[in-house]
């Protein structure tokens, strides 16, 4: 059974700093996702990773994936009071019929402050 | 494109009642999925249509559940005999290809 771990799961950072976000899964896959949840919303898109090295910014955010390793990182560069949200990665476990079904990880609530 | 659509918003049930909610995917996406999230939880995958097929579905998805997909259109997700432990957001999702989902916002269910 594919398992899909973030950590931290709680992040409180001051604005300006950088901070990263680990995503650990478990078996094999290339394709990788990062979402941001606000209270109460749906699930916006970051990110997709779809090789192994592959890595993609928007702003103040980047993610890279290797694959080798089963980890995603989510970077936050001179964080801002609006990326205050959830963060989530999920996984779309390689091959069968598994394909298009996304595990995610627990969430990491991160919270900017002055 | 409207994005992927749900309804209603917020349903608030007594145990027992069944309840039922729909999605419409963006028209051109031939792949549906449904997905629960508790509080403080990730989602966690329910079942999923291509096209009107349903091809997977999760051990979650206890005997209470039935999902359809008619005529590879929109979806609904009932459940029957509802239980306080079916509190949570119920989100839809669609895709056209295997690489890019859209979520909607999602029908959060209440069992009092």
């Known amino acids: 059974e594919l398992k899909v771990e973030q950590n931290p799961l709680f992040l409180s950072m001051q604005e300006g700093k950088n901070y990263t976000i680990y995503c650990n899964y478990s078996t094999t896959s290339d394709r990788l996702y990062w979402y941001r949840q606000d209270p109460g919303k749906s699930l916006e898109s970051l990110f997709v990773l779809l090789s192994n090295g592959a890595v993609k910014q928007e702003g103040r955010l980047m993610a890279s994936l290797d694959t080798k390793a089963r980890l995603s990182t989510l970077h936050i560069t001179a964080a801002v009071h609006d990326l205050s949200a959830t963060y989530f990665c999920?996984?779309?476990?390689?091959?069968?019929?598994?394909?298009?079904?996304?595990?995610f990880g627990q969430g990491t609530i991160l919270t900017v402050h002055p | 494109d409207t994005g992927v659509s749900q309804n209603p918003r917020h349903k608030i049930t007594k145990r027992g009642q069944n309840v039922t909610f729909r999605c419409d995917p963006i028209s051109e996406h031939n792949r549906l999925y449904w997905y629960r999230q508790t509080l403080g939880q990730g989602p966690e995958f329910l079942t999923y249509?291509?096209?009107?097929?349903?091809?997977?579905k999760s051990r979650l998805l206890s005997d209470r559940f039935s999902a359809e997909r008619p005529k590879g259109s929109f979806s609904t997700l009932e459940i029957q005999r509802t239980e306080q432990g079916d509190s949570a957001m119920y989100l839809c999702?669609?895709?056209?290809?295997?690489?890019?989902?859209?979520f909607g916002s999602g029908t959060r269910l209440t069992v009092v």
């Open positions: 999702a669609s895709s056209r290809d295997l690489y890019g989902y859209t």
């Open positions: 999920a996984v779309d476990p390689r091959g069968g019929t598994s394909y298009g079904k996304l595990t």
């Open positions: 249509f291509q096209n009107e097929a349903q091809l997977e």
